[in-house]
């Protein structure tokens, strides 16, 4: 197995698995990000699915499951594009990096799993 690919996959699972916790566990900074972005907390269980279901695709493309973990892949770079899009509407630049750096994590992840 590539280590490139083993390397980033893994780091796209444990930061979208714990991304999704803390989503779950409705944490302080979570709140505080999704207010400033116009998401109320009700959402965020089902956008916690969402990060948890992608990171569990990938893990599973990972075990073998090629297609499953290019749809995960698929999946997490358009939710995190829309993540992206959503601080740029409500001009919150101060934490713009957290989802660029989730994007870029799930862009490169995707990219390792399509060239395998």
Request: glycine residues 8%; contains cysteine.
């Amino acid at each position: 197995m590539n280590l490139a690919f083993l390397t980033v996959t893994c780091a796209t699972v444990l930061a979208n698995a714990g991304i999704a916790a803390a989503d779950l566990a409705k944490a302080p900074f979570v709140l505080a990000n999704a207010a400033a972005v116009g998401v109320p907390p009700r959402r965020l269980p089902p956008l916690a699915l969402l990060k948890a279901a992608g990171a569990a695709g990938l893990l599973l493309g990972l075990l073998g499951v090629r297609p499953l973990g290019i749809a995960a892949g698929t999946g997490l770079v358009l939710f995190y594009v829309g993540a992206v899009a959503a601080h740029v509407r409500a001009r919150v630049w101060r934490t713009i990096a957290f989802p660029v750096l989730f994007l870029a994590l799930a862009v490169a992840a995707l990219a390792l799993a399509a060239a395998r």
